[in-house]
Each structure stands twice: as C-alpha cells, then as structure tokens.
C-alpha cells in the first residue's frame, strides 16, 4: 500500500460502505506496511481499489501528525471505554478521541481532536519507538478510531455497524449474526471453496438503508478468517448463528430477535440521538428482511442448504 500511497503524496482516500475517509499527513510517513497483512484488508478500500456500487464523496477528513501529542485536559469525559482502552471527552470545544496502549501502564498513544459534528479532525500518532524513522501504521492508527468514526457517521440517519459475518452469494447478501463462538468464522470458511462467494467480513460488517432497501457492505476489519471485500450488496437474509446437531432454521419470535441483534451492535452511547435511531434501524431491518435462527453443522453441507432456503 506504501507505494500507492506515495504516487498521491501523503494522501489516501478510503471508502467503506459509501462513507469516505480521507487521510492526509505531515511530520512522518505511512509505515510500508506491504509485508503484512493487514495492507490487503485496507487496498481494498482504496480510492484506486475494485469498483464500488456507488461513488462518495468524504465524509470525514482527517490530518495525521507523527510526533510527541499535544497536552489537553478533558473538560468533560462523555464516555470512557476502559476495557477497549480508549475514551472520548471535550475539551475547548472539541470532542477527542483518546487512544491508549494496550500494554501496561497502558500510556496514551493517539489523539483525535474532531470537530463538533466529526466531519474533519486532528490526528496526533505517537510514533513506534521500535522503528528509528518517525512512522505510523493505519492499521493502528484506524483500530479503534475508524471504527468509531463510522458508528458516528451511520448513526446519523446511515446504517448500523455490526459484530456479524457478511456474506454475498451470487450477489445476494446474507447477514450472519453471532456472539464470539457462535460459528461467523467457522461458517465463512466453509464458504470461501465455493464460486460466486464473497466475505465481506467475518468480524465486522456495515448495513445501510437507501432506496428503500436494505444494503450489505463489507469493512477492512476482519476476524480469523482474514478475509474483506469492498463489496456492496443488496441484503436479502438474516440469520442468528449457533452451532447445532443439523442443520435447521428456527423461527423465533421478533423481541427475542431484537435482543440478539442489538447485542452486537457498535452502538453510540455518547449521543442520546445517535443511539436512539441505531435502535430504531434495527427494529426496522428485522421487521423488513427475512430472518431466522441457524443451528448448523460445521461441514460443507451447509451451504448447500443455506442457498436452497436462501431462494426460498
């Protein structure tokens, strides 16, 4: 990704789920991240990556900076993730992202200074203190903060970001929904043998709703299964993963539905609005498209009959 990066001059546009991101940057450079795995997740969401449904415009723009971070005190803490490490609060009028290290004594690694309403931010990245050149990764410096822009941006009138395996067979979409343990990996390589199939995210996928339908994107955040795709595509299914002795859809009744859905979502509990219309999505989605509970078999035979019900 190195490369291309360089060929726009400190630039990078990425576009997931029709929500632009644009980076640039000053005071170091993007770590040649070519030997790892994590640039065949992130190129694929490149503004020079596979053709998209549709075409955006940024959304949100951020300047990376690469050096010591800047002092600010909170003047108001909205909301403290303590065991994902990082936390947002206000402070001069501004909302900050604060990402701490994830290793004891656990030391603040970034800062994002957003304006009110997210659409353009400061990025302050402490640089690796492994690596003799001042460099940053976006991997790290995305994980948790392009997650986090996201759910703000869907929340606003978008979509949801979910915990979920996303699947497009033949171009239909299929949502799996499940706690850790529940089988998203374990199904998403039983289908990668098949033609016509892509995993759009084992871990995290986006839906949205336009024209009236309901859309499934995939995102550059995946599970074990290390697979993405850039892919949009119209959502046709739902289902609720758990492992079982045959494979067998359950219906169930929509409260209880609602309960496992709202459960994995990234919901944005730092804006009453925000969170109000990420329930409201929700309940929509399940009242619109087709779903069901899946109690599988972890062997091939599931897809088989999972495309059989999928046209039903």
């Known amino acids: 990704m190195a490369?291309?990066?360089?060929?726009?001059q400190d630039r990078l546009q990425l576009t997931i789920a029709g929500i632009g991101i644009e980076l640039t940057w000053a005071g170091g450079r993007l770590l040649d991240e070519s030997a790892l795995l994590s640039r065949q997740f992130y190129e694929r969401f490149a503004s020079n990556g596979p053709r998209r449904r549709r075409a955006t415009q940024a959304t949100v723009r951020l300047h990376v900076h690469c050096g010591e971070l800047p002092t600010?005190?909170?003047?108001v803490l909205i909301f403290d993730a303590v065991t994902n490490h990082w936390r947002l609060f206000r402070a001069k009028g501004r909302d900050v992202f604060e990402v701490f290290d994830t290793r004891?004594?656990?030391p603040t690694?970034?800062?994002?200074?957003?304006?009110?309403?997210f659409s353009t931010g400061e990025v302050y990245r402490r640089p690796d203190a492994s690596i003799l050149t001042r460099s940053w990764s976006l991997t790290?410096?995305?994980?948790?903060?392009?997650?986090?822009?996201?759910?703000n941006v869907l929340s606003r009138g978008q979509g949801v970001l979910l915990h979920a395996l996303g699947v497009a067979d033949q171009g239909k979409g299929l949502l799996f929904i499940g706690r850790s343990g529940a089988g998203k990996s374990t199904l998403a390589k039983l289908y990668k043998p098949?033609?016509?199939?892509?995993?759009?995210?084992?871990?995290?996928?986006?839906?949205?709703?336009?024209?009236?339908?309901?859309?499934?994107s995939g995102t550059p955040w995946p599970g074990e299964g290390l697979t993405v795709s850039s892919?949009?595509?119209?959502?046709?299914?739902?289902?609720?993963?758990?492992?079982?002795?045959?494979?067998?859809?359950?219906?169930?009744?929509?409260i209880n539905l609602q309960g496992l859905f709202f459960q994995q979502l990234f919901l944005p509990f730092w804006n009453r609005e925000a969170l109000a219309f990420a329930l409201q999505f929700g309940e929509e989605l399940l009242?619109?498209?087709?779903?069901?509970?899946?109690?599988?078999?972890n062997d091939a035979r599931v897809i088989e009959f999972l495309r059989k019900h999928r046209e039903a």
């Open 231 to 254: 892919e949009t595509v119209p959502l046709r299914k739902v289902f609720f993963l758990e492992h079982g002795t045959a494979n067998t859809l359950i219906s169930d009744r929509l």
């Open 72 to 75: 600010l005190r909170p003047d």
């Open 109 to 117: 690694v970034q800062l994002a200074v957003m304006q009110p309403d």
């Open 3 to 8: 490369s291309s990066v360089r060929h726009v």
């Open 104 to 106: 004891p004594p656990h």
């Open 140 to 151: 790290q410096l995305m994980q948790p903060l392009g997650e986090l822009l996201m759910v």
């Open 287 to 297: 009242s619109t498209v087709p779903v069901a509970r899946l109690a599988f078999v």
């Open 194 to 216: 098949h033609q016509g199939v892509a995993i759009l995210s084992d871990e995290r996928v986006v839906v949205t709703k336009e024209d009236g339908r309901f859309w499934l």
